[in-house]
């Protein structure tokens, strides 16, 4: 299976500009997709195909990456924006996602 | 818009089944595929597999093999999954989604979760 390494957490500040890793051990090519999880939510779709921004979210989220590494940026950090971010692949079955990253605030 | 409605939250015993559903609307069911999700407590997500309403294909993560059971049924436009023999390992909250496959599969639309808890 593909593993999807994401580090634990990260402490911003609002305004601040933030970016989330994401490395497979293997290549994916472009089929990784990031997704938002807030608390007691579903999760909900950011960026699919590694850069492409899902119809309704904010540009203030980006994608980028092939291969292996991977990156969520947000640019500025809002409050709405405290949540866990998860990576997920679809190069190869099964589908995997990474742990998660916390974003906390400072 | 596009729905998926789960069923509510289930406490059930161990080694009994437990059987969820996941009701579309806003779309054409018959198109998209549905996966299955698990998320443990406090954990990460974890890809059960997928059916595909037209032709009731599926694909499974080989870890739920035999754990899992999918179907559907078309004229509700309704996605089923069974679990079995079940363990305090299986509770978790499930959630259905809408997977897009035109080029590169994702999930774009997710249920809202059925939490399922395992105790005697």
């Known amino acids: 299976d593909t593993v999807l390494t994401q580090s634990p957490a990260l402490a911003v500040s609002l305004g601040q500009r933030v970016t989330i890793s994401c490395r497979a051990s293997?290549?994916?090519?472009?089929?990784m997709h990031w997704y938002q999880q807030k608390s007691g939510q579903q999760p909900k779709l950011l960026i699919y195909s590694a850069s492409n921004l899902e119809s309704g979210v904010p540009s203030r989220f980006s994608g980028s990456g092939s291969g292996t590494d991977f990156t969520l940026t947000i640019d500025p950090v809002e409050a709405d924006d405290i949540a866990n971010y998860y990576c997920?692949?679809?190069?190869?079955?099964?589908?995997?996602f990474g742990a998660g990253t916390k974003l906390e605030l400072k | 818009q596009v729905k998926l409605l789960q069923s509510g939250a289930a406490l059930v015993k161990p080694g009994a089944s437990v059987k969820m559903s996941c009701k579309a609307s806003?779309?054409?069911?018959?198109?998209?595929?549905v996966s299955w999700v698990k998320q443990s407590h406090g954990k990460s997500l974890e890809w059960i597999g997928e059916?595909?309403?037209?032709?009731?294909?599926?694909n499974f993560n080989e870890k739920f093999k035999g754990k899992a059971t999918l179907t559907v049924d078309k004229s509700t436009s309704t996605a089923y999954m069974e679990l079995s023999r079940l363990t305090s390992e299986d509770s978790a909250i499930y959630y259905c989604?809408?997977?897009?496959?035109?080029?590169?599969?994702?999930?774009?639309?997710w249920g809202q979760g059925v939490m399922v808890t395992v105790s005697s």
């Open positions: 997920q692949q679809s190069n190869e079955l099964p589908y995997t």
């Open positions: 059916i595909y309403p037209n032709s009731g294909a599926t």
């Open positions: 806003g779309y054409t069911f018959t198109d998209y595929w």
């Open positions: 293997k290549s994916v090519s472009t089929y």
């Open positions: 989604t809408r997977d897009v496959t035109t080029v590169v599969p994702y999930f774009d639309y």
